[in-house]
């Protein structure tokens, strides 16, 4: 099984008042993708994450894929196989970055 | 599921907890500062707040960091709170004992400054005979103890033509980094302005020589921390922002606990001991103006400025009084 580790090396931390519009967004039902939340640094790349990007690496603690997106699914409305596609999409591009790394 | 955002706290802290030095060196920024250093108590409860505020790392100077008799136990409160501690030295005090001391408390990276490869030009420039072979001395101590080493070279008169035999330096006493820091004209930097400083000219060939030794050199990463590069259409792979870090990602604290955009700015916008940290990071108007650069004089209509924002505050403060001017070094 293919487990997901986020690279200890990786400073991060949410954005408490960023998250707290958020939300207040979702409550109201507004939509939140474009509002960062949390921020992330390494090897002089920083990049800062979305509601639902920080709610995935958030998850890289070693679960699986199936387990992350069994976490998300009630939280998000979404279809399952998109929320996978995205996903996967997403912790690739992670990867790539050397953010996360995968384990067997 | 990327996104842009305003940070509510720096992400860095450049902070001088103390003002001492056993040097005397042309272009320093700090000689003039305050002498006043906070209590360990203060100190350590100001760190506390700098970890809450969300903080990544503080990065020591001063002054010389070795000459607080504090600083182990400061470095050790800092990184249990899960700060990365770093610091930036002269090397003189560094010994074989304390570098591995500066491990046990956290550190992670120290920074060794030296101006010259030649060790008669830098003792001469820093004010001390032998501080050169100190200097060497620490790199090694440092890296025997495993913490990762870097040296700062500060650009000036001195040291413009030679960043061949810098990196070649560099390369011999095996440091992963080389900081190439621009000249700031701020404290003795500006006293001596006239004596160190480059003409725009000269700044222009530097740094197209330190470009170009930049894309060469695998394995050691030759940093610039200088806006106007953006005129020679680079980017420094470190610049993680348009124009500089100062006041987007980084601030600075004194010995006292003032906190400045950046330790070349001389404008207090805050205490760390009196003031809430996010707050100041929020609402200072200084701070906001750095962020919100506007062009003028030459920099309006010049087709770099949304990379280049004008260039390096500190300096265009300095020598204008406005830090919207056209920086200093500017060449275009
Ligand atoms: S004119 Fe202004 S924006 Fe253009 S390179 Fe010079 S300092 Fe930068
Ligand atoms: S104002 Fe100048 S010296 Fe200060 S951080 Fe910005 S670029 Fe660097």
């Keep these: 099984m293919q487990t997901i580790h986020r690279n200890p090396n990786v400073m991060w931390r949410e954005e408490t008042d960023a998250l707290a519009q958020v939300q207040e967004a979702l409550d109201r039902g507004d939509e939140v993708e474009e509002t960062g939340t949390s921020v992330l640094f390494s090897g002089g790349t920083m990049i800062s994450l979305n509601y639902l990007g920080t709610e995935i690496w958030k998850l890289c603690d070693g679960r699986t894929m199936d387990g992350i997106v069994a976490e998300l699914l009630p939280q998000f409305e979404v279809d399952e196989a998109v929320l996978r596609e995205d996903v996967q999409a997403f912790l690739d591009e992670l990867a790539a970055k050397g953010f996360i790394s995968y384990a067997e | ?332």
């Design chain 2, 1 to 332: 599921m990327q996104s842009n955002m305003v940070l509510e706290a720096p992400l860095t802290i450049n902070w001088a907890i103390n003002n001492s030095c056993n040097f005397a060196c042309r272009h320093c920024y700090s000689r003039g500062d305050t002498h006043e250093e906070l209590p360990r108590d203060v100190l350590l409860a100001c760190l506390e707040k700098v970890a809450k505020a969300g903080v990544f790392s503080v990065n020591f100077g001063g002054g010389e960091p070795l000459l607080h008799p504090g600083l182990l136990e400061i470095a050790r409160h800092a990184s249990g709170l899960g700060l990365r501690v770093s610091m930036n030295s002269n090397g003189w005090l560094m010994d074989r004992e304390m570098a591995a001391a500066l491990r046990d408390a956290g550190f992670t990276k120290v920074g060794i400054s030296i101006d010259s490869h030649v060790h008669e030009v830098h003792d001469r420039f820093r004010g001390v005979a032998g501080s050169h072979g100190r200097a060497v001395a620490a790199l090694g101590h440092l890296a025997e103890a495993g913490i990762t080493t870097s040296i700062s070279t500060v650009i000036c008169r001195i040291n413009h033509t030679a960043i061949d035999d810098l990196v070649a330096f560099a390369r011999d006493q095996g440091v992963g980094q080389l900081n190439f820091h621009n000249f700031k004209c701020s404290g003795l930097g500006l006293s001596h302005k006239d004596e160190l400083d480059l003409s725009p000219e000269e700044w222009k060939e530097f740094y197209r020589g330190a470009l170009a030794a930049r894309e060469r050199e695998k394995g050691l990463d030759i940093s610039l921390d200088d806006p106007i590069i953006a005129l020679l259409g680079a980017r420094d792979a470190g610049s993680l922002v348009k124009g500089s870090v100062c006041g987007k990602l980084s601030l600075n604290i004194k010995a006292n606990g003032d906190m400045t955009p950046c330790g070349f700015i001389p404008v207090v916008i805050g205490n760390i001991v009196r003031d809430d940290l996010k707050q100041v990071w929020r609402d200072s108007a200084v701070l906001e103006k750095m962020r919100n650069k506007k062009p003028t004089g030459k920099c309006s209509g010049c087709s770099k400025y949304e990379d280049c924002l004008g260039g390096c505050s500190a300096r265009a403060l300095a020598l204008t009084g406005d830090l919207n001017s056209p920086d200093p070094h500017c060449w275009a």
